[in-house]
C-alpha cells in the first residue's frame, strides 16, 4: 500500500515536473502561434476593413469581477474572446470575484503603480481614492478625443463619481431591490399578495396574519445583512429622489427619516415579524427559510433571481414584488441603480499604444447586445433598453422584468454614499438597534460622527 | 511494533482504549464522509438533506462534471504541487539548519532570535500582505504574464510565513535528541555540517516528515497570498481555482464540496507518503549502529 | 554544558542566516511597516496612509476602552485555556493510548489527521448544519429525543460553546501528529529495559513517554497558544462579524473585522501588534511553567 502509493507520487511528480517543462515550451508555442494568427488577422484586417494605418497588435490588461459563478463569467470570457479575434488585440484577464480581498487587491495595485488598463469596479464610495489620486479617466476627457464612447448610455444613470458628480465609468448591468414572496406560504396563510398598491399598513396586517398561521412573515438575518431594510424603511420617510442624500445632523430632515426608518424596523422586530434566530441566524439560514416555505417575503437585489433559480425546482412558487410603501413614497419608487463601470486606468490613457485598444475594448463590451445579455432582468443606463428574449427566462426573471419595468422612479443605494466603515453603527449595530442596548439617535450621531471624521 | 504491546490476550484495559479511539475515530472521519457524499449530490439538496448517502435518482456527478469541464484543473494542480513542493524543501532545509544552531550553540543574542522565531509565528497575513506585494511589486515578480515568476512570487512568502513554525517545532525535537551519538561522530573526525546531516537529520526524519506535512498543507490552502500574486487564469493554483469556482452568491454546495473533494486528495497522498517516515525504532537503531 | 563540537562559532552564521534573511525580508520588515500603520490613519487595506493619527497613539488608546477588544481578549482566554486543555490534552492522550496499542495505530494515526486536511469553508458548512437553528442534526436529535422547543445554538448564551467545540475538534489532529511523532522518536530500548526491570504499561508511560516528552509537549503548548491568538478562519465562517452582537469575537477575528469589514486598517495594525506582543509574553510564561529540558 504504502509502495503503491509512493510510486503514485513519484509519479505525480515526474508527471508534473515533466509536464512544467513541456508547459513552457507549450506556452512560447502557443505564444509565437497567436502572435503569428494575430499578425495574420490584422493583415486580414487591413487588406480588407481598414483603409487607415495598420493597428499593431496590443495587449491589455483587465481586471473585472466578471468571474468565478458571477452570472455573467462565461459571456465576458466569451465576449473577451470575440474582441481578440475582432481586433488581433490580447487580453490579461486577471478578473476575480468581489469579495473583501479582490477590494484589497485592486487598491493596493493602483497604489504599488501596477494598476490594469481597463477596470470593471465600484462607482461609489469604493472608487473615491482612484478619482481623488487621478488615476483613472473621466468620461469627459475621453470624449473630448473620441465623441462617440459610451453615447448609447443615458449618462444621468452612468453612476457618477461621489468625489465630483462626474462620471468616470461606463456601467454594464446594474440592479434592482425588490420584496420576493413565496406564494405558497401566502396561499397557506390566506392572505392578499402584495403588489403595487399595497400600502404598508396593510403590509402590516398581512404580515400578522401570516404570523398568526404559524409562518415567519419576513425572512431577514439582521444581523448579517440588514441592508435591504436600511434601505427601504428610510426610503420610506424621505422624499422620492431625495433618498440617498447624507443626514448632515440627527435633526434635519434626513436625520429624521433615518430615524423613523431604523425605528419602522425595530417595530417589525418587536412585533415577531423577522425569524426567531434573525440576530443569531446567517443570510443563508434565513434565505433558506424561505426557500423551504417557512417565512412569506424576503427583500433582496435582483441578483436574487438567479440565488432562487438555484437553490429551488420550484421556481414557479416565488415571485417578486414592490416594498410596500409609505408616506410619500409610492410602493413603485425603487431602489436600484448601477454600482459599477468600467474604468479606463490613467496608465492605460497616456500611453499610446493601449489609449485606442482600451477605448475599443470598453465600447465593444459595452454595446447594446451585449449589455442586454449580461443585464437580462436587471437594470441598466441603455438609452434604447434592453432587448431580452424573454421566452428563454424563468417566470420569476419575467416578474422581475415586469417589476422593473412598472417602476414609477429607480433611486441610488444610501449605503453607496457611506464608506463601509461608517456603517458599523448601524449596519453590524442592527441588532444592538433593534433589541433597543443602544439607542438608535446615538447611532445615527455615531455615523455622523465617523463621516465627519474621514 | 511494540513487542511488548503484544503480551497474553487484550486486557479491559486495551478494551476501553479501543473504544475510546474509536469513537474519536469516527468523529473525525464522518466530516470527510460527509464532504464526498455531498460532492455526489444536487445543490439544492445539500441543505435541506445533507445527512444522507445518494443513491439512485439524487446521485449526481454533475458537480464533477461542471468543475472539470469548466476548468483546467490538472494544469493547476500542476502549480499547486511545484508552489507547495517547493515551499516545502526550502523550509525543511532552511528551518533544518536553524533549529539545530539555536539548539546546540550558546550565543549572545540567542534568546532574542528565539523570541523573533515565536513572533514570526503570529504576524497576521493580513498585515503583512501589502508590504510584501509592494517590494515584490518592484522586483517584478508579480502581476507579470510569466508563470514561473509568478509561482514562484507565491512560494517566497509562504517559505517565510512557515520559517518559524517549523523552527519551533524542530526545536522541539532537537532538544530531546542525546548529544552522545553526535560526540561520537565527532570524535570520529566529523565536522558540524556532516554530523548534521548524518546523525542529526537521520535521527529527527519523523520531525521532518511532520513538519513537511503541515507546511505543505498550509502552502497549499493558502488562499490569501495566491489572491495577491496569481492573477491570470493559467497560474491559478488548484486551491485558487476551486475557490473562485465557488465563490459568490447563491453558494452552490454540491460545487464545493467536490471542490473540496478534488483539493483533499493531493494532501492526503502526501500525508500517506511521508507518514511512513512517522514510526518507531529510528533512534534505537541508529544507537546500535 | 555542550561538548567541544559546537565549540567553534562560525557555523551559526550559515545556519542562520538563510532562514533569518526569508524571515527579515517577508516577516520583519512587513511587520515593521505593520507597527509604523498602526500609528498612521489608513481607510483602505491597500491604500496610502493619509498622515499620523493626532496623538500617535491613538489607537492604542482606543483600544483600552474599546468593549470590543475586551470581549476578544476575554474570548482568546477562554479559547486559550480550552485549547490547551481540549486540545494539547485530548491530542496528548490520544497520543499514548494509540502508541500503546498494537494493531490499527497506522489507521488511527491517519483517521485523526483528516479534520485538518477539510478546508475551513467546509468544516464551518458543515458545523452550521449541524447547530442550525431549524433544523439541524443536534435540534432533530433533540426532537427524536423528545425534547420540545429548539435551542438556538448560536445564541449569546450557546456561542461561545458552540464556536469552541469545532475549533477545539479541528486541531486535536494536528497536536496528536506532533506528539505522536516524539513519541516515536523516543528510544524503543528504554521501553525495553524497562519491561526487564518489571514495570507496567502505565509505569512506562509516566516515567519514560512523558517525561521524554516534555519538550514536545512545550512546543505544543506554544503552538496553543499562539494558535488561540490569531484563529480565524472557522470561527470567521461560523459567527462572521462577532456575531451574536459582537459577543463572538477573538483577536484574530476583531482584527480582521476591522481591518477588513471596517476598513480601519490602523487600528486593524495596532491589533496585530498587540496579538504579538501578547503571543510572545504568553509563550515565555508557558516556557517558565513546563520549561524545556536539553539533554
Known amino acids: ?138 468620461i469627459d476627457e475621453i470624449r473630448a478625443e473620441y465623441p462617440d464612447y459610451a453615447s448609447n448610455m443615458k449618462d444621468a444613470m452612468m453612476g457618477a463619481s461621489p468625489v465630483d458628480g462626474k462620471n468616470y465609468s461606463v456601467p454594464v448591468n446594474g440592479y434592482w431591490e425588490g420584496m420576493f414572496v413565496n406564494k405558497t406560504v401566502i396561499e397557506a396563510a390566506g392572505v392578499k399578495m402584495p403588489d403595487a398598491t399595497t400600502t404598508w399598513d396593510e403590509f402590516l396586517d398581512i404580515c400578522q396574519k401570516i404570523k398568526d398561521a404559524g409562518f415567519t412573515p419576513i425572512a431577514a438575518s439582521l444581523a448579517t445583512v440588514p441592508h435591504y431594510w436600511f434601505e427601504y424603511s428610510i426610503y420610506n420617510f424621505s422624499e422620492t429622489g431625495k433618498h440617498n442624500t447624507l443626514a448632515k445632523e440627527v435633526s434635519d430632515k434626513q436625520g429624521e427619516a433615518w430615524f423613523n426608518g431604523l425605528s419602522d424596523i425595530k417595530d417589525l422586530y418587536e412585533k415577531g415579524f423577522f425569524p426567531d434566530n434573525t440576530l443569531t441566524g446567517t443570510d443563508d439560514d434565513t434565505v433558506q427559510a424561505f426557500i423551504e416555505g417557512k417565512s412569506a417575503f424576503l427583500i433582496d437585489g435582483s441578483w436574487k433571481v438567479g440565488g432562487i433559480e438555484g437553490l429551488t425546482d420550484k421556481v414557479d412558487d416565488f415571485t417578486v414584488t414592490y416594498v410596500p410603501g409609505k408616506n410619500a413614497r409610492k410602493s413603485t419608487d425603487i431602489i436600484g441603480g448601477l454600482s459599477s463601470g468600467y474604468y479606463i486606468t490613467r496608465k492605460a490613457w497616456d500611453d499610446p499604444d493601449k489609449r485606442a485598444a482600451a477605448v475599443d475594448f470598453i465600447t465593444y463590451m459595452t454595446r447594446d447586445e451585449l449589455v442586454s445579455q449580461f443585464a437580462q432582468y436587471s437594470a441598466t443606463a441603455l438609452k434604447n433598453g434592453v432587448t431580452v428574449d424573454e421566452s428563454q427566462l424563468s417566470s420569476l426573471a419575467q416578474e422581475g422584468i415586469k417589476m422593473a419595468a412598472g417602476a414609477t422612479s429607480m433611486t441610488g443605494a444610501l449605503q453607496d454614499l457611506i464608506p463601509t466603515e461608517c456603517r458599523v453603527p448601524v449596519f453590524d449595530g442592527m441588532p444592538n438597534l433593534v433589541s433597543g442596548t443602544v439607542d438608535i439617535k446615538d447611532a445615527i450621531q455615531q455615523v455622523l460622527d465617523l463621516l465627519a471624521a474621514r | 511494533m511494540s513487542k511488548s504491546g503484544k503480551r497474553k490476550k487484550p486486557s479491559i484495559g486495551k478494551m476501553i482504549a479501543y473504544v475510546f479511539l474509536s469513537l474519536w475515530a469516527i468523529t473525525t472521519l464522518y466530516p470527510l464522509v460527509w464532504v464526498v457524499i455531498n460532492a455526489f449530490k444536487d445543490r439544492r439538496l445539500i441543505l435541506t438533506d445533507s445527512f444522507t448517502i445518494p443513491v439512485g435518482a439524487k446521485a449526481t456527478l454533475d458537480n464533477f462534471r461542471l468543475a472539470f469541464n469548466k476548468l483546467n484543473i490538472l494544469g493547476a494542480y500542476k502549480n499547486s504541487l511545484i508552489i507547495s513542493c517547493t515551499v516545502m524543501f526550502v523550509v525543511m532545509l532552511f528551518a533544518g539548519f536553524a533549529a539545530f544552531a539555536l539548539v546546540r550553540y550558546h550565543f549572545r543574542g540567542k534568546q532574542f532570535l528565539y523570541n523573533l522565531v515565536i513572533a514570526g509565528m503570529m504576524f497576521p497575513i493580513f498585515s503583512t500582505i501589502i508590504p510584501v506585494f509592494r517590494m515584490m511589486n518592484s522586483w517584478g515578480i508579480v502581476n507579470t504574464e510569466s508563470t514561473a515568476l509568478s509561482l514562484m512570487a507565491t512560494a517566497l512568502p509562504q517559505i517565510a510565513g512557515n520559517m518559524s513554525f517549523a523552527i519551533v517545532v524542530l526545536i522541539g525535537y532537537i532538544k530531546s535528541l542525546p548529544i552522545d551519538l553526535e560526540e561520537a561522530a565527532y570524535i570520529e573526525g566529523c565536522n558540524v555540517y556532516k554530523i548534521y546531516f548524518k546523525v542529526v537529520v537521520p535521527l529527527t526524519k519523523p520531525s521532518f516528515a511532520t513538519v513537511a506535512i503541515f507546511t505543505f498543507l498550509w502552502s497549499y490552502n493558502d488562499l490569501f497570498t495566491q489572491m495577491f500574486t496569481l492573477r491570470l487564469k493559467n497560474q491559478w493554483a488548484i486551491t485558487r481555482l476551486l475557490g473562485e469556482l465557488t465563490s459568490m452568491e447563491g453558494t452552490n454546495y454540491g460545487l464545493m464540496a467536490s471542490a473540496v473533494t478534488l483539493v483533499i486528495i493531493p494532501v492526503l497522498i502526501i500525508y500517506l507518503c511521508l507518514q511512513k517516515y512517522i514510526v518507531k525504532g529510528l533512534t534505537a537503531g541508529a544507537l546500535k549502529g | 554544558m555542550n561538548s567541544n563540537i559546537y565549540k567553534k562559532k562560525t557555523p551559526i552564521f550559515v545556519f542562520l542566516i538563510p532562514a533569518f534573511i526569508f524571515m527579515t525580508i517577508f516577516l520583519y520588515y512587513p511587520f515593521i511597516r505593520n507597527i509604523v500603520n498602526s500609528f498612521q490613519s489608513i481607510t483602505g487595506l491597500g491604500t496610502a496612509a493619509k498622515g499620523f493619527n493626532e496623538p500617535w497613539y491613538a489607537n492604542y488608546k482606543t483600544m483600552i476602552e474599546d468593549p470590543n477588544m475586551r470581549i476578544a481578549i476575554k474570548n482568546t482566554i477562554i479559547m486559550i485555556i480550552a485549547t490547551l486543555v481540549g486540545q494539547v490534552g485530548m491530542a496528548l492522550l490520544l497520543a499514548l493510548l494509540v502508541d500503546n496499542i498494537g494493531r490499527g495505530k497506522k489507521f488511527f494515526q491517519t483517521v485523526y489527521f483528516l479534520p485538518i486536511v477539510i478546508s475551513a469553508t467546509a468544516l464551518g458548512l458543515l458545523f452550521n448544519l449541524i447547530f442550525l437553528y431549524d433544523k439541524g442534526m443536534l435540534n432533530q436529535f433533540l426532537e427524536i429525543l423528545g425534547f420540545s422547543g429548539l435551542i438556538d445554538w448560536k445564541d449569546q448564551h450557546h456561542a461561545m460553546m458552540t464556536l469552541l467545540i469545532p475549533v477545539m475538534w479541528q486541531y486535536v489532529g494536528f497536536y496528536f501528529v506532533i506528539l505522536i511523532t516524539g513519541l516515536n522518536t523516543i528510544s524503543e530500548e528504554l521501553y525495553e529495559a524497562a519491561v526487564v526491570d518489571g514495570a507496567t504499561k502505565l509505569q512506562q508511560v509516566f516515567y519514560i513517554s512523558i517525561p521524554l516528552l516534555r519538550n514536545v509537549v512545550c512546543t505544543c503548548i506554544i503552538l496553543a497558544v499562539t494558535g488561540a491568538l490569531k484563529v480565524f478562519d472557522l470561527p470567521w465562517i461560523m459567527f462572521p462579524k462577532g456575531m451574536p452582537v459582537n459577543s463572538t469575537f477573538l483577536t484574530g477575528t476583531y482584527m480582521y473585522y476591522q481591518t477588513f469589514n471596517s476598513n480601519n486598517v490602523d487600528y486593524g495594525s495596532a491589533i496585530a501588534v498587540v496579538i504579538v506582543v501578547l503571543g510572545i509574553i504568553l509563550s515565555k510564561v508557558a516556557n517558565k511553567l513546563f520549561k524545556e529540558k536539553d539533554y
Open chain 1, 1 to 138: 500500500m504504502k509502495k503503491v502509493i509512493s510510486i503514485m507520487l513519484v509519479l505525480v511528480l515526474t508527471f508534473s515536473l515533466a509536464a512544467c517543462g513541456k508547459d513552457k515550451n507549450n506556452a512560447k508555442n502557443t505564444s509565437t502561434s497567436t502572435d503569428k494568427t494575430e499578425t495574420t488577422e490584422t493583415t486580414d484586417k487591413t487588406e480588407t476593413t481598414t483603409p487607415e494605418e495598420p493597428k499593431k497588435p496590443v495587449s491589455i490588461n483587465v481586471t473585472t469581477t466578471y468571474a468565478g459563478n458571477d452570472g455573467n463569467a462565461q459571456n465576458f470570457q466569451d465576449a473577451v474572446k470575440a474582441w481578440e479575434k475582432e481586433t488581433g488585440n490580447k487580453v490579461n484577464d486577471s478578473s476575480a470575484t468581489s469579495d473583501e480581498t479582490f477590494k484589497a487587491r485592486v487598491l493596493a495595485d493602483f497604489e504599488a503603480g501596477a494598476e490594469p488598463d481597463v477596470l470593471f469596479f465600484f462607482n461609489g464610495v469604493d472608487s473615491n481614492t482612484l478619482i481623488e489620486g487621478n488615476k483613472v479617466v473621466s
